[in-house]
């Protein structure tokens, strides 16, 4: 169970700032996790985020809290990052961004140039901090293509968010596994290691990169040791060169 808020639908700045306020404490009074849509908007006004992380600092909540989507970031200047950065940072907050539902919706209202309307994401993985991918809509009004394919989600942020590179490659499954666990507090739960609960899937690929280029498929879920699902990889039956 989380507590949950999005102060940027409130009416004035000073009822978003105590809608932080209070589902700290709510989260705080009944041992739940924090998860805030804060700040899903292109507007660059919109810095929730900052109560946010103050008051997960303040609260000593910390890497309990996780602010999804905080595409305004997006819309951010450098100098005013450079200093909310170093908050974000001493906060230990978690941050979840939804590439294909915020590639649709941000940056509607612009002509050209047409933000990219996604938060930070690179630059907050290379300061060292949490940050997972997602996809929060499933054939719903805000997006309609949603089908629970995180490889694809995957595959989307990396394009979106200019994170091409072979370093970025080789650990981008972490954008959607570890990260992702270490967002939701699995703690000693997840690990693929003796005495942890068997949960995985296996997919086909020798790596990060290859599962990634191929779009691999699951060949196996399991779930507390139990085997849910088998599944063969795609086999070419013929083959005809035109040369």
């Not at 006004?45 to 909540?61: K, Q, T």
């Not at 997006?74 to 590639?103: H, M, Q, V, W």
Request: glycine fraction near 6%; hydrophobic fraction near 35%.
């Amino acid at each position: 169970m989380q507590s949950a808020a999005s102060p940027h639908f409130e009416f004035t700045r000073e009822l978003g700032e105590q809608s932080m306020k209070l589902v700290t404490e709510l989260a705080q009074k009944y041992n739940r996790l924090v998860d805030v849509h804060c700040d899903e908007t292109d507007d660059p006004n919109s810095r929730f985020l900052e109560v946010l992380a103050y008051e997960a600092l303040n609260s000593g909540l910390g890497s309990r809290v996780t602010a999804s989507h905080t595409t305004a970031m997006g819309s951010y200047d450098n100098a005013y990052c450079s200093r909310l950065f170093k908050l974000l940072k001493k906060s230990e907050i978690n941050f979840i961004s939804c590439p294909t539902e915020s590639i649709h919706l941000q940056g509607r209202f612009d002509s050209y140039p047409k933000r990219r309307g996604l938060t930070r994401v690179k630059e907050l993985n290379e300061a060292g901090m949490n940050v997972c991918f997602g996809q929060d809509s499933i054939n719903d009004p805000w997006y309609s293509l949603g089908n629970g394919k995180l490889l694809r989600t995957l595959d989307f942020g990396l394009h979106i968010c200019h994170m091409m590179g072979r370093k970025d490659f080789e650990t981008s499954l972490d954008l959607i596994t570890q990260n992702s666990a270490k967002t939701l507090s699995l703690g000693d739960k997840y690990a693929i290691e003796v005495g942890k609960p068997a949960h995985f899937i296996l997919l086909d690929g020798e790596d990060d990169y290859t599962v990634l280029r191929n779009q691999s498929d699951v060949l196996m879920s399991v779930h507390q040791g139990k085997v849910l699902m088998k599944k063969r990889g795609a086999e070419v039956t013929e083959k005809h060169f035109l040369w």
